[in-house]
């Protein structure tokens, strides 16, 4: 089946860095990905809808400016936190969708990230 | 490895029944469970949220449960209405990764 990976697994980093997390569908293209994140204890919450060519949509409370997304190619959408503090320490997963004409759209997830920000 | 599996797949009743959707997991050492709601072109909607030391959860006319013992967990939706129709997804977090299923396609025929 298809499958959709993320890198890195974990990330520890210091307060007011930057990290990059990538999310790569590998065997089939996806015009939109979706970011998700945890906070421990809290349900999994769609941030934003990435979409390939053009800008992002964001979920009512997640910062744009904070939070960058970009859909380089048909199979690689990246979710950058910029400044990074202890308050954005949480579990970031992606999804990807696939549509075959038989079994209508399927959502694929990647495997998350941990970010830890010291 | 966890596994997640959703039954049935598919699922169409005629408006205002109730109804009961299953997901059972393998490996009964879970953090939460979660159920999701997956609409064409959209990313999930987050329904209900089990922590593992709890047995069920209730929002509007949706009620889950969750068995860690015997690896289930229930969906319930109550009076259903054609607006329900959507994706119903679980989730296992297993602590450093979330397993999902599936997923249930439902169908509410006025």
């Known amino acids: 089946g298809a499958v959709v990976s993320q890198h890195p697994s974990w990330v520890i980093c210091k307060s007011g860095t930057s990290v990059k997390i990538e999310c790569r569908s590998l065997d089939f293209q996806a015009t939109t990905m979706f970011w998700y994140r945890q906070f421990p204890k809290q349900s999994l919450m769609l941030m934003a809808t990435s979409n390939e060519g053009s800008k992002a949509t964001y979920e009512q409370g997640v910062e744009k400016d904070k939070f960058l997304i970009n859909h380089a190619s048909l199979t690689l959408s990246t979710l950058t936190v910029t400044s990074a503090h202890p308050e954005d320490s949480s579990f970031y997963i992606c999804?990807?969708?696939?549509?075959?004409?038989?079994?209508?759209?399927?959502?694929?997830f990647g495997p998350g990230t941990r970010l830890l920000v010291l | 490895k966890q596994e997640v599996t959703q039954i049935p797949a598919a699922l169409s009743v005629p408006e205002g029944e109730n109804l009961v959707l299953n997901c059972s997991f393998t490996?009964?050492?879970?953090?939460?469970l979660q159920w999701f709601r997956q609409d064409p072109g959209k990313g999930l909607t987050s329904l209900l949220l089990?922590?593992?030391?709890?047995r069920e959860q209730t929002s509007g006319r949706l009620n889950a449960s969750l068995d860690k013992s015997s690896g289930r967990s229930t969906l319930y939706i109550a009076a259903s209405q054609p607006g329900d129709s959507a994706t119903y997804l679980c989730a296992v977090n297993g602590g450093n990764q979330f397993y999902f299923g599936t997923g249930t396609s439902l169908t509410v025929i006025p």
């Open positions: 999804s990807a969708p696939q549509t075959s004409g038989s079994s209508g759209e399927t959502q694929y």
């Open positions: 490996d009964s050492a879970i953090y939460n």
């Open positions: 089990i922590q593992s030391s709890q």
